[in-house]
């Protein structure tokens, strides 16, 4: 074979190659960037996503929570109606009783507004006022099992009124627990603002850094 023929042969090869490689190349790289912008793509549709999620949950309560205002300070009175007469004549029949009863008739009107958790400590607590309402003597420890179904439901309804995401600047959803729960909570922020407050004085009380430049001296 004619040595030219052989190397343009060669050449044709090695150039086919080189397209081939280069075509495979074009394809990875394109193959990738299409999946990054697959991915970018998911992920602003899942924050737009999670921004409508919440746009909606701020407009339902937007909603929901002037009416709270309105209907929630009745199951806060009767709560603290019923703790005053404890406090003052110990648990009678008749206190939970009436207690059980007002409650009843609050939540055939306006259980729809409550939370599920609101929900959940309503319920625990008309539980405790059926089992104990027919009961001559109240034991100690059945008593301090609703004063604590009591505070909860304080509490969870202070959360569906936003209450404390307005007081504090990280309470997660908004709910407590308990009130050691709360204090607790409440005792760090404090700790944490007077960490802050501390380390602001300092930092206007630390002397300034000589400037370099000024220490040098004209002497002529």
Request: proline share 3%; aromatic share 6%.
């Amino acid at each position: 074979m004619d040595p030219s023929i052989l190397a343009a042969l060669i050449a044709a090869g090695v150039s086919l190659l080189i397209a081939f490689a280069s075509f495979l190349w074009n394809q990875h790289n394109t193959r990738k960037e299409m999946r990054l912008k697959l991915e970018q793509a998911k992920e602003e549709v899942q924050l737009r996503l999670k921004q409508l999620r919440e746009d909606d949950r701020r407009l339902i309560n937007e909603q929901l929570i002037p009416r709270r205002l309105e209907v929630y300070p009745e199951v806060n009175e009767v709560i603290l109606q019923f703790m005053h007469a404890i406090r003052t004549g110990g648990i009678k029949p008749d206190h939970v009783k009436t207690m059980h009863e007002r409650l009843k008739a609050w939540e055939l009107h306006h259980s729809l507004l409550l939370t599920f958790k609101s929900r959940a400590t309503y319920s625990d607590l008309m539980m405790h006022l059926r089992t104990i309402r027919h009961q001559d003597h109240t034991e100690l420890k059945t008593l301090k099992s609703l004063i604590d179904c009591i505070g909860k439901l304080r509490l969870a309804l202070k959360g569906d009124l936003g209450i404390f995401r307005a007081e504090f600047r990280d309470s997660d959803d908004g709910y407590f627990q308990t009130y050691d729960e709360l204090f607790a909570h409440q005792q760090k922020e404090d700790e944490e603002k007077q960490a802050v407050s501390e380390n602001d004085a300092q930092t206007e009380a630390a002397p300034l850094e000589p400037d370099p430049t000024s220490s040098h001296v004209d002497k002529h």
